[in-house]
T-cell receptor
């Protein structure tokens, strides 16, 4: 079945440093979605990427979808303490949305 | 926040007992999902529904059943709870099938289930 791998599992950064999480699928995806989950909270939808090579930005967050539609990345520029949480990618193939294991981001003030 | 209510929010139950978790939505969305979240596994789909009385299995459906008799309610039942079913359960809803461009999926706040 479809597998979605996400690295790293954990990341500690100093406030102001950049952060990147990577997502890789074993199969070609229809699209990819990104979610953020604050500690103790529920996942919140951030964005969906559909086109090969697509790049989207939300303020300090940059999302990329690979040319082969099998990988994606989320980059945060100049992290802030409000960025703390776990970031999940989720890939769609057919009717199934498969989540990666998540990257937990911790930011030291 | 989307109008999704999960109940109960926290439950401790004994091995072998039946447990039902309820998801209620006020958005009139067609699609509803149950996920479980465990450390290191992200979110895994248990079952989903694409309409009243229309349900299908996800990747970890063994030991779980679901029912949807009304658009707004999606029930998840553990017929005989086991310790491996200790987890956080999230209900989610979407207006469109996952994978369609522009689709947004909303998650409920979660139900913490402990099976002892």
């Amino acid at each position: 079945g479809q597998q979605v791998m996400q690295i790293p599992q954990y990341q500690h950064v100093q406030e102001g440093e950049d952060f990147t999480t990577y997502c890789n699928s074993s199969t070609t995806l229809s699209n990819i979605q990104w979610y953020k989950q604050r500690p103790g909270g529920h996942p919140v939808f951030l964005i969906q990427l559909v086109k090969s090579g697509e790049v989207k930005k939300q303020k300090r967050l940059t999302f990329q979808f690979g040319e082969a539609k099998k990988n994606s990345s989320l980059h945060i520029t100049a992290t802030q303490t409000t960025d703390v949480g776990t970031y999940f990618c989720a890939g769609t193939q057919g009717n199934m949305l498969t989540f990666g294991g998540g990257t937990r981001l911790m930011v030291k003030p | 926040d989307a109008g999704i209510t999960q109940s109960p929010r926290h439950k401790v139950t004994e091995t072998g007992t039946p447990v039902t978790l309820r998801c209620h939505q006020t958005e009139n969305h067609r699609y509803m999902y149950w996920y479980r979240q465990d450390p290191g596994h992200g979110l895994r789909l248990i079952h989903y529904s694409y309409g009243v009385k229309d349900t299908d299995k996800g990747e970890v459906s063994d030991g779980y059943s679901v029912s949807r008799s009304k658009t707004e309610d999606f029930l998840l039942t553990l017929e005989s709870a086991t310790s491996s079913q200790t987890s956080v359960y999230f209900c989610a809803i979407s207006a469109l099938r996952t994978g369609l461009s522009g689709n947004t999926i909303y998650f409920g706040e979660g139900s913490w289930l402990t099976v002892v």
